[in-house]
């Protein structure tokens, strides 16, 4: 599934996204963009200084009764410059971003357009997910940008979640 609502997060200028963060809702080959990502040149996902951006409402319909088995993300994304060590680190949250799981990161991140994988079906990232948590006004992805330089600039084709659950 695809996010239906985004919002710039706190951390790095604090602009996230910030041109065209819709676009990132779909597979479409245009691209949501960070430039000049981050105030800061940590390589830490943690660091306070990294843009940092949130994606939610998917709209999933999960029965209530339903066991939840595992939460699969896939990003479409390239950087302006290989060098500096770009990845992106990633969250999620069951309670509208109040607390996160722990973070995974992708591979560093290169000039051509790639898919990446994180999660899988069998794989709750550290929760046990209740279908309530899986809802619009709870369930949220953040997308921490890292890099050691903070002029690399950050492009973001598309992200979607599935989430694979038995009844």
């Known amino acids: 599934m695809s996010p239906a609502a985004q919002a710039a997060d706190t951390g790095g200028d604090n602009n996230g996204y910030q041109t065209n963060p819709t676009y990132a809702f779909s597979d479409n080959a245009a691209f949501a963009v960070d430039l000049n990502s981050g105030t800061t040149t940590s ?21 209530s009764g339903a066991v939840v088995n595992g939460l699969e993300l896939q990003l479409q994304a390239k950087v302006d410059n290989a060098s500096g060590s770009p990845k992106m680190c990633i969250q999620v949250s069951w309670d509208g971003g109040v607390t996160w799981t722990t973070i995974r990161t992708t ?37 921490i940008d890292v890099s050691s330089s903070t002029s690399r600039d950050f492009y973001l084709d598309w992200i979607a979640a599935r989430v694979t659950y038995s009844e």
Request: include cysteine; aromatic fraction near 16%; glycine fraction near 12%.
């Open 107 to 143: 591979p560093n991140l290169s000039k051509t357009e790639k898919t990446y994988f994180l999660g899988g079906a069998s794989d709750t990232w550290g929760h046990t997910w209740t279908p309530a948590e899986l809802g619009d006004g709870s369930f949220r992805i953040r997308i």
């Open 43 to 63: 390589t830490s996902c943690t660091d306070a200084g990294k843009d940092r951006h949130r994606f939610y409402s998917f709209g999933f319909s999960i029965p």
